[in-house]
Nanobody, 124 residues
């Protein structure tokens, strides 16, 4: 059983930064791609960023490109999401997820394990 635990969310003002972390249990973390998704109130869950097993390939939603950076530390079984220049519209619950493949995907349906989520609130 894989467990994913997100942390690092909080309340910040527009323009500030946050770094989310997602710690994974299990010894096979480094074999799989990981992703970050978010869900705002009243909206569907949407793709944010994804990273391949080695960290060599990444992809971002257009809405966060240039502001967010996904990275991973396989020695620590952790994936990160550095969020800079936060905007009001970034307010959401952020989820990390694992895909049982070495290659990344932007589709939520292709991820098999999900964390419980961490709230990010951006105020003006």
């Amino acid at each position: 059983q894989v467990q994913l635990v997100e942390s690092g969310g909080g309340l910040v003002q527009a323009g500030e930064s946050l770094r989310l972390s997602c710690a994974a249990s299990g010894r096979t973390f480094s074999s799989y791609a990981m992703g970050w998704f978010r869900q705002a109130p009243g909206k569907e869950r949407e793709f944010v960023a994804t990273i391949s097993w080695s960290g060599g390939s990444t992809s971002y939603a257009d809405s966060v490109k240039g502001r967010f950076t996904i990275s991973r530390d396989n020695a620590k079984n952790t994936v990160y999401l550095q969020m800079d220049s936060l905007k009001l519209e970034d307010t959401a619950v952020y989820y990390c997820a694992r895909r049982q493949s070495r290659t990344y995907s932007v589709h939520a349906g292709e991820y098999d394990y999900w964390g419980q989520g961490t709230q990010v609130t951006v105020s003006s």
